[in-house]
């Protein structure tokens, strides 16, 4: 081959590249746009003011994944007509929830190499009070009733907790004081009634009870998941029951809903829904048979909602506590809901 010939080979193969790099770009591209777009037959959506404020009439703030230009921003919902209009607030978050008049808002800020994170804490009127960054992709985020204590996980290392090769960090904040925990493997671990010491331990999911000092959350280690009781004041956690993940405490505070990991079921979908009595240590099934890889938040004593995949990312769906009933779905394209009102 002569000199000629490999430089016209070479020349080709750039132009070749050149268009697939281009065509690649233009349907990224295109893609982007195309979420930008209303869906045809979506919920409608307008800009307006949302309060996380109580005292007014009941709704759900949640994230919206409708294709639109309000995708991905929190948007508001009648709780009586959930499929109804959304009013969206123009605040972005990959993970929300709300209580007492105080948010948590886990963003993404896209750089020109990589992605950052940081957890954003909100007051009644979605206006910043302060925020942190985060070490990881987040995943799961709790404000306690009151509105004072927050906490927050993302993955340090993967990014599903279908499978084995995964680490959590969780933190927990209270916004009065402005202490923040970074991690809860500070914590001192209690298991069947000893110290435990490993280095393979996660935390995840918190959920807060009313005294603004305790909480459950899962924890993992030597490949089991447990239900642990937290003592903010003695800086403790105590196991209380295996196979829990993602709890959500009642609010009457005498059950937790969580996913359980079933026997039999496929490996990238392994999770029931479960509900724990934490007098008795009895499970129930609840009626949701399909896989749930969600923290469930609480409607009312008997109601539970989560998510589940959907055409635009997620769906919400809502399922009686005590295992009676059906699965029924909430309203379509939205994720990480808070009844508040």
Known sequence: MTLRTK???????????????????????DRAAEKDRPQAGG????????????????????????????RDELVTVQAAAPTGPRTASGVRCLR????????????????????????VVLDSGLQ?????????????????PSGRLVAWTVFVGGDSYAGADFSTRTAVLDTRTGRLTKSLEEFRVLKD??????????????TYARDDRHFYATMATGGR?????????????????????????SPDETRVVYKKRVAGAPADAPWRLYALDLATMRE?????????DDQAVWLDGRT????????????????PADGSGAATRLLGAGLAPALLG
């Open 7 to 29: 430089l016209l080979v070479l020349l080709t193969a750039l132009v070749v590249l050149g268009g697939v790099a281009t065509a690649s770009l233009l349907h990224a591209a």
């Open 43 to 70: 919920p409608a959506v307008t800009t307006g003011r949302v309060s996380l404020a109580s005292g007014v009439t009941r709704r759900i703030v949640f994230r919206n994944l409708a294709w639109g230009p309000h």
């Open 96 to 119: 929300f929830h709300a209580a007492g008049g105080t948010g948590i808002c886990l963003q993404a800020e896209h750089g020109a190499v990589d992605d950052t994170y940081r957890a």
């Open 128 to 144: 910043e009070r302060a925020h942190y960054p985060l070490p990881g992709i987040p995943t799961r985020a709790r404000v306690s």
């Open 193 to 206: 009634g000893r110290v435990h010491r490993a280095t393979d331990i996660n935390f995840w999911g918190v």
């Open 225 to 249: 998941t447990y239900l642990v009781r937290g003592d903010l004041a003695e800086r403790t956690v105590t196991t209380l029951h295996a196979n829990v993940e993602c709890p959500s405490l």
């Open 284 to 292: 129930t099934p609840l009626a949701e048979t399909r896989s749930v």
């Open 304 to 319: 539970v909602a989560y998510a589940l995949p959907g055409d635009f990312g997620a769906d919400l769906y809502t399922v």
